[in-house]
């Protein structure tokens, strides 16, 4: 979803005031209006609610206890704004409006292998997203996954994280992870809300929620800084790496507090000016707001 709104200077040719554009179809919203708008407007991008914004709305305690919620549920505003009926609510959203902008287009002649696309992508979470298996897995050529993926991200379903790479020799290059915006279109998507303590991708739906809530956090907040994930040939890995204006930040990602890790030896020891944090239920609010 976006915003356009009229800048200074034509305001005062026209004296027409502030005009504000939106609606969820975000392709509909630029066809109408680059063109007549070009140079005159300001675009902006409307997530869904963040935990920030609920933070603020009623308090860090409060919101808490929300946690396993806003993993299985997510954060569309029907469904923060609900107190019953939560997995009905997002299948209907997810029912309703999640292929609306892709199957309005031309060239989208076969909405069945779009769901079989977003479930693949759903189930690899966390994982290192390979266009050709893909492909072979849903029967359709690397072209048509690339442009649909293509799609999913300008319709603000899923966005991609690409692979850090600098100084070491084995690091991989021309990776990506994929991961869903919200959570609750995720969960839907798979037609999966049990929960948390009886499923096995718990760790996974943290994962998705602590990145996407950490692309909200900088967006809104007009933070400026690139996204990558980390890891080499021979699998050591790290879940987000943040650069800032060149100072570089990794994280480690894990549900669960008990469970003991540590960096890898080789980012460390190629990487000595980055931060290293460890993100967990006990605080990950520090990270979000």
């Not at 290059?173 to 499923?199: C, E, H, M, P």
């Amino acid at each position: 979803m976006s915003f356009s709104e009229e800048s200074p200077a034509s305001l005062r040719s026209t004296a027409s005031g502030i005009v504000i554009a939106t609606g969820s179809s975000s392709f509909e919203l630029a066809n109408r209006l680059n063109e007549p708008l070009t140079g005159r407007k300001f675009e902006f991008t409307l997530f869904p609610v963040s935990f920030g914004e609920m933070v603020r709305h009623h308090g860090l305690i409060d919101e808490n206890r929300f946690l396993d919620q806003r993993l299985l549920y997510g954060y569309y505003p029907e469904i923060v704004t609900a107190s019953i009926n939560h997995e009905k609510l997002i299948r209907l959203l997810a029912g309703s409006y999640l292929y609306k902008d892709l199957l309005m287009l031309e060239s989208i002649k076969k909405p069945a292998l779009i769901e079989k696309l977003l479930r693949a992508l759903a189930l690899q979470i966390g994982s290192e997203v390979s266009f050709s298996e893909l492909s072979q897995l849903i029967g359709a050529d690397k072209n048509t996954i690339e442009k649909y993926i293509d799609l999913l991200e300008k319709v603000y379903v899923i966005f991609r994280l690409p692979a850090f790479h600098r100084n070491v020799r084995n690091e991989i290059r021309k990776g990506r992870k994929i991961y869903f915006y919200d959570n609750g279109i995720r969960n839907a998507v798979l037609n999966n809300f049990t929960s948390l303590q009886s499923r096995s991708d718990a760790g996974a739906l943290w994962e998705n929620f602590i990145i996407s809530e950490r692309i909200k956090y900088l967006a809104n907040n007009d933070q400026k800084a690139d996204s990558f994930f980390w890891r080499t040939v021979q699998q050591q890995e790290i879940d987000y790496i943040e650069d800032q204006g060149g100072n570089l930040s990794a994280y480690e990602i894990k549900w669960s507090e008990r469970k003991r890790t540590r960096f890898s030896s080789t980012f460390t020891t190629a990487y000595p000016d980055c931060k290293t944090y460890f993100i967990n239920p006990s605080n990950y609010h520090e990270f979000l707001i």
